[in-house]
């Protein structure tokens, strides 16, 4: 796994208190992680914060999954 | 005549600087602990006031789920925590005939989430001003009702759900709000919290610059000292109280637990000054009065006065000139006490925790002690009954409790024993 992908699952146990088994690439933040609205906004917030980027909302608004946000994030960072 | 519902109190839960839960608090309260200490929750080394009564031994994660903890301000845990014991005691939610669009939720804190302000200003400065790093939850952390929302998800209560602030009188307000809407029928019961968490740099710099805090820091373990004259300020406090209110009717409906009655209350405002009480205390007499005309009791047999003194110069003379006004020669054979020479100021708590003081003193029937006061200022000029030192077993039929706020908002509640 590459080292964006390790940092990301980190945000996302400790934002939305889930196993680190349970972050496969196909897991859908809402659906399968059960985040909220207001979890995922800040999941992006965190993103942003770690990797020093602008995630724009279009962008945000896509990213869907696990395996989105570290896609997105190994391309932009 | 009175025509009004009979109201009562079928359930309470605590988390306090003398106690995490009912049990411990009451055992604390009537041994006459101190929860005063150093400052544990922030550097407080350059601060005028270094100690403080804080929550002791509490771990979040007790309570909550890891993801929960962020999305609550202190205030609002503590506030989930009281609430959980209240409803558990009470037993109201097994009631199979309960109507859950009759539970309403009423929650008071002086401020609010002001810790969680602190922080998300602290790190937009530290993340050189960048305006996208401000948290989502930074609204719902912060606003005060967020807690009434908060007790109304998690049991599922559609009833009235909104909050009460008037400094340290929010959580009397909220009673008295309780009370008057179980009288008008608009609900059947309601869940009323009072939390205030106000130990963090805002809180006690903020209270400071206002000359309100006792400085007493090198010798803080009896700093708060209600009526003695040596007496230099209040003493912060933290944590929440909570209480199931319920009309007479339907908690005989469900063969509740009846702890007390609340019969009687008043509430007025000094319209003097922004935080000093006004010194002839002309209103809380007016208050006091209309409470007792309030609960039908004109010949005043009052037990045990649960006072608001804070350990300040001017609000713990006002409030005893008041008391012999209202009460005259008979003030001397009543129990006078002040509970926040243990627990401290609970500021938007201190309405509820010391109400649950006031129905604990009932059932137990004894008066908890005005703990660290020893010289008594001499302004007092008559010899009261202060409750020093000691509990004091009484027989206890009416307690009444004062609770003032900054804003010079005044409330007076009565408690009454209960018998069927």
């Known amino acids: 796994m590459s080292e964006i992908a390790e940092r990301v699952k980190k945000?996302?146990?400790?934002?939305?208190?889930?196993?680190?088994?349970?972050?496969?690439?196909?897991?859908?933040?809402?659906?399968?992680?059960?985040?909220?609205s207001l979890e995922t906004v800040e999941l992006i917030?965190?993103?942003?914060?770690?990797?020093?980027?602008?995630?724009?909302?279009?962008?945000?608004?896509?990213?869907?999954?696990?395996?989105?946000?570290?896609?997105?994030?190994?391309?932009?960072? | 005549m009175k025509f009004l519902k009979p109201v009562?109190?079928?359930?309470?839960?605590?988390?306090?600087?003398?106690?995490?839960?009912?049990?411990?608090?009451?055992?604390?309260?009537?041994?006459?602990?101190?929860?005063?200490?150093?400052?544990?929750?922030?550097?407080?080394?350059?601060?005028?006031?270094?100690?403080?009564?804080?929550?002791?031994?509490?771990q979040p994660e007790d309570f909550f789920e890891k993801k929960e903890v962020r999305k609550y301000d202190l205030f609002t845990q503590y506030a989930l925590v009281a609430t959980k014991e209240a409803i558990e005691h009470s037993g109201l939610l097994n009631y199979s005939n309960l109507d859950k669009e009759k539970v309403g939720v009423i929650s008071a804190s002086g401020v609010g989430g002001v810790q969680t302000f602190q922080q998300e200003m602290k790190t937009y400065y530290e993340q050189a001003k960048n305006p996208r790093y401000f948290n989502p939850f930074f609204v719902t952390k912060m606003l005060i009702d967020s807690v009434a929302g908060y007790v109304s998800i998690q049991y599922g209560l559609k009833g009235l759900n909104f909050s009460t602030v008037s400094a340290c009188a929010s959580s009397a307000h909220a009673i008295i709000s309780a009370v008057q809407n179980i009288q008008l029928g608009m609900a059947d019961a309601i869940i009323v919290a009072g939390s205030e968490a106000p130990i963090h740099e805002a809180g006690i710099g903020s209270f400071n610059a206002l000359r309100a805090l006792s400085e007493k820091n090198d010798n803080f373990e009896n700093a708060c000292r209600p009526f003695d004259k040596n007496r230099d300020g209040f003493v912060m406090g933290e944590g929440a109280g909570a209480l199931v209110i319920e009309s007479l009717e339907h908690a005989q409906k469900r063969g509740a637990n009846i702890l007390a009655e609340i019969s009687g209350y008043a509430m007025n405002a000094d319209a003097h000054h922004i935080t000093a009480p006004s010194p002839a205390g002309e209103m809380i007499i007016k208050n006091m009065q209309q409470a007792l005309?309030?609960?039908?009791?004109?010949?005043?047999?009052?037990?045990?006065?649960?006072?608001?003194?804070?350990?300040?110069?001017?609000?713990?003379?006002?409030?005893?000139?008041?008391?012999?006004?209202?009460?005259?020669?008979?003030?001397?054979?009543?129990?006078?006490?002040?509970?926040?020479s243990m627990t401290g100021h609970l500021l938007g708590a201190a309405g509820v925790t010391e109400s649950i003081i006031s129905i604990l003193a009932i059932q137990y029937q004894q008066v908890p002690p005005t703990i660290n006061t020893k010289e008594i200022d001499e302004q007092i000029g008559m010899d009261l009954n202060l409750t020093l030192g000691q509990t004091q077993k009484r027989n206890i039929k009416y307690v009444l409790n004062n609770n003032f706020g900054f804003g010079g908002h005044n409330t007076s509640l009565i408690f009454k024993k209960f018998t069927n």
Request: overall charge negative.
């Open chain 1, 11 to 36: 945000i996302i146990v400790e934002k939305l208190g889930v196993e680190e088994t349970e972050i496969t690439p196909e897991a859908n933040f809402e659906m399968d992680l059960k985040a909220d």
């Open chain 1, 45 to 77: 917030m965190e993103f942003e914060k770690e990797f020093n980027l602008v995630i724009p909302d279009e962008q945000a608004d896509k990213i869907k999954t696990v395996g989105e946000a570290i896609a997105f994030l190994e391309s932009n960072v």
């Open chain 2, 8 to 58: 009562v109190i079928t359930g309470y839960g605590v988390i306090t600087p003398i106690g995490n839960n009912i049990q411990s608090f009451t055992n604390n309260l009537f041994l006459g602990k101190s929860g005063i200490g150093s400052i544990t929750k922030f550097d407080a080394s350059k601060f005028r006031t270094q100690f403080a009564c804080e929550v002791k031994n509490y």
């Open chain 2, 293 to 340: 005309a309030n609960a039908q009791i004109l010949n005043k047999p009052i037990d045990f006065i649960n006072t608001h003194a804070t350990s300040t110069p001017i609000g713990d003379i006002a409030e005893i000139n008041a008391l012999k006004t209202v009460f005259g020669k008979d003030l001397s054979s009543i129990n006078i006490s002040a509970p926040k």
